[in-house]
């Protein structure tokens, strides 16, 4: 059956081709020209790698010569030999780059052209190596240049290799053997080029220490994943990018790395990276984008430990620019999927609050309470909410007096023909019926808002507790609620705190 099909699909593809216009015929002839010119370009370029390989190859063997013989060994022919070696290395790599580019190189040619740019590349690498390490001057550029050819050349020699080859695997064995090796100079690089201020650099060479376990897996599956980049050092190194992209007001590499610069296992360095990436939009005047950005990244995770100031700055920016209502509208959002948000709490309690609601600002106060007893701000609230109900009351209870609730009436008249007796009884009854009236509108205060003072009054001793050295915080409250309460000593004592 299957080579029925296999006929059938050749049968297609012959009828197809003689359907070709003669434009169809001239524009796949022009391709295949092309295609062949580029192969024939990349040949070229390989070629002109490949000398300079065999050259350095050659003069790589005088030098050990000369180095053999010690003592007598002449530097000038050493110095020369490595500057030798060291120019042609340039040239080689960068011809066989040349040559891979495109992917127009021949794959049974690729194997030997990579292997030919990791001897290269070796070649530049090993010296800088050999300055660092004896804490010498060397040339950072150059070493990442390097360590980013020789990486590549590892994963094209792995994916390229003929396994039954046995000139081949002594070389395919060191390569694996390398692989951890490269990866930690891929992460010098990116430090090297941080440190230079190269950000560019810094992002090429990070990209390439993420991408490279993965390279390497793709080419084949032998790569151990003890040898894998350490995560706590790729999230460090993204951090790393991420602040330098900050300071230079880059946003779009911010959100490039964000995601492994937010894992960096430092609290600080996590509040910095979650406020940032939305802040630096603010910075450069754009709030919408930061509007957008810094809402995106508290509902990643609206529970998330340091979210509490973003969430604080979003609700201000809400209930100052689009008012009240899109500031509750928030608060909502966060309760909904973190009800014990203390800032969100908040936030929805000082809705409430703004619109005279007292009585329902008093509840998301006390929730507040419930998560935190000692949030300041919010004690203070629970107070204030307590003695505008209360006032609000007592308003109330005074409006009524005014329209008459309280008055008491009583049937005696008064005339000019009243005995002594009778206006005697006709004064004693209008005093019962103030008397009366007082006690109703009394009874109305003492149940309706003396309560609230009173209880207005704990918030505001535990306020004045956290806080008792700024009497300008809570002495003008607590005397209102003393006067009300008529506790004329605690009233007499807030006064001197106020002069």
């Known amino acids: 059956m299957k ?104 794959e049974k040619k690729r194997y030997e052209a990579y292997n030919a740019s990791d001897v290269m590349a070796t070649h530049l690498l090993n010296p800088e190596l050999q300055k660092a390490a004896a804490n010498e001057p060397f040339d950072t550029l150059l070493f990442s240049a390097a360590v980013a050819t020789v990486a590549d050349a590892c994963c094209g020699q792995l994916a390229y290799c003929n396994p039954k080859d046995e000139m081949q695997k002594p070389n395919i064995a060191n390569v694996r053997m390398k692989l951890p090796r490269i990866l930690e100079f891929i992460a010098y690089s990116c430090q090297f080029s941080l440190s230079n201020g190269n950000l560019e650099e810094t992002c090429k060479a990070f990209d390439q220490y993420v991408a490279f376990p993965g390279q390497i897996e793709e080419a084949e599956a032998k790569f151990s994943p003890k040898d894998h980049l350490e995560p706590s050092l790729a999230n460090r190194l993204a951090f790393n990018i991420y602040y330098t992209a900050y300071t230079k007001k880059d946003a779009e590499t911010m959100n490039k790395y964000y995601d492994l610069a937010v894992q960096y296992d430092d ?42 100031g973003p969430i604080q700055n979003l609700l201000a920016y809400y209930q100052r620019s689009k008012g009240v209502p899109a500031m509750a509208a928030f608060a909502d959002e966060i309760l909904a999927a973190a009800p014990q948000s203390r800032i969100a709490n908040y936030g929805k309690a000082y809705s409430y609050f703004a619109q005279e609601n007292y009585e329902e600002a008093l509840k998301y106060y006390k929730k507040c309470l419930e998560i935190d ?37 009583t049937k005696v008249q008064y005339g000019k023909n009243l005995t002594e007796a009778q206006e005697r009884a006709a004064n004693a009854a209008m005093k019962k019926a103030n008397a009366d009236s007082q006690a109703a509108m009394d009874k109305d205060i003492n149940s309706k808002v003396v309560p609230y003072y009173r209880e207005a009054i704990t918030y505001f001793e535990q306020y004045r507790a956290l806080y008792p050295d700024q009497p300008e915080k809570w002495a003008y409250e607590l005397r209102s609620c003393y006067y009300v309460t008529k506790d004329k000593a605690k009233q007499a004592e807030m006064e001197k705190y106020l002069k």
């Open 267 to 308: 609290p600080e360095s996590q509040t910095f990276v979650k406020a940032s990436r939305a802040q630096v939009y603010l910075e450069m005047g754009d709030t919408a984008k930061w509007e957008s950005t810094l809402k995106q990244t508290i509902m990643a995770n609206p529970a998330a430990e340091g979210n509490e």
């Open 3 to 106: 080579k029925i099909i296999l006929s059938l699909a050749m049968l297609a593809a012959v009828g197809s081709a003689f359907a070709q216009t003669p434009e169809e015929k001239a524009a796949l002839k022009a391709a295949k020209a092309a295609q062949k010119e580029a192969e024939k370009a990349a040949m070229v370029k390989m070629r002109e790698g490949m000398n300079a390989k065999a050259d350095i190859d050659l003069i790589y063997n005088n030098l050990q010569t000369e180095l053999a013989k010690g003592d007598k060994a002449k530097q000038e022919v050493i110095d020369k030999a490595n500057v030798d070696i060291h120019d042609k290395a340039l040239a080689g790599c960068k011809a066989l780059e040349a040559a891979f580019q495109g992917g127009n190189l021949p």
């Open 373 to 409: 007893p000692n949030y300041g701000d919010a004690i203070y609230q629970c107070g204030t909410c307590l003695s505008n109900i209360g006032a609000a009351n007592n308003r109330r209870i005074n409006d009524d007096a005014d329209k008459g609730k309280y008055t008491k009436t």
